[in-house]
């Protein structure tokens, strides 16, 4: 019996962005051909500058490429105008950043209700903390939290939605590595336990280890793509 073939989430087809800074153009994607598959954790690595972040904030909706088409599921998203990425981005789309972007004047819950009462189907605000492991924090303020529980917070946040992509930009790049491993066992665990396809950036190369695959950057290009055979938990990487 064939194995189906997995579903492919998110397709770029030459895709490139250019940017101008003074009088001199900086090419921050150069003809990047690239397929995200439905479930998967993907680790996004490479320096600073090699174009992972825009191409992240090209795949949310967030940015305009300057050539190129980029596809989720049978969607071009390179034909549609800023309402319609607007729509794209509510209705399928998490974002969690490096800088945790909480409210402070809220509190946990609080923070997350802000997805959960604009969004179509939410997850209890609870539900969504108690998932990042957060239940007895819910009412605690962003101050009264660590830099690794504010991120988890951001993290529920981000899942309320119950969004089919999960799309995350040096989610640890702030945190030491024990705060770090916590952040991403709850990505482990969110991409597990829900299928959510999720991206993840980073430039420490050791979380490649826990991805079902892995895309390299450099200047603007992708220079390899590999798959782990074998996935090492968040617990199991030494930083």
């Not at 825009?54 to 071009?76: A, C, K, Q």
Request: glycine share 10%; with cysteine.
């Amino acid at each position: 019996m064939t194995a189906l073939a997995p579903e492919i989430v998110f397709r770029t087809e030459g895709v490139t962005k250019t940017y101008a800074s003074g009088d001199v153009m900086v090419r921050a994607l150069d003809g990047v051909n690239m397929a995200l598959y439905a479930g998967e954790l993907t680790v996004l690595l490479g320096p600073s500058g090699s174009g992972k972040s825009t191409l992240l904030n090209i795949l949310g909706g967030l940015d305009h490429v300057t050539g190129g088409h980029v596809w989720f599921r049978d969607t071009e998203l390179t034909t549609m105008g800023d309402r319609e990425l607007t729509r794209y981005r509510r209705d399928h789309v998490g974002f969690v950043f490096q800088f945790y972007n909480l409210v402070p004047s809220l509190t946990a819950r609080e923070n997350v209700q802000l997805v959960t009462d604009v969004s179509s189907n939410p997850m209890p605000a609870e539900e969504a903390l108690e998932l990042v492991g957060l239940g007895p924090r819910m009412d605690h303020f962003p101050s009264e939290m660590s830099g690794g529980e504010q991120q988890r917070v951001a993290i529920a946040r981000a899942i309320a939605k119950r969004p089919e992509i999960l799309l995350c930009d040096e989610p640890t790049g702030a945190l030491d590595s024990k705060t770090g491993v916590q952040v991403l066992e709850a990505l482990h665990g969110i991409n597990a336990r829900f299928g959510t396809t999720t991206v993840v950036i980073t430039h420490n190369a050791e979380i490649r280890k826990m991805a079902h695959r892995v895309i390299r950057f450099q200047d603007g290009r992708i220079v390899e793509t590999e798959v782990n055979a074998h996935r090492l938990a968040p617990s199991q990487i030494a930083w």
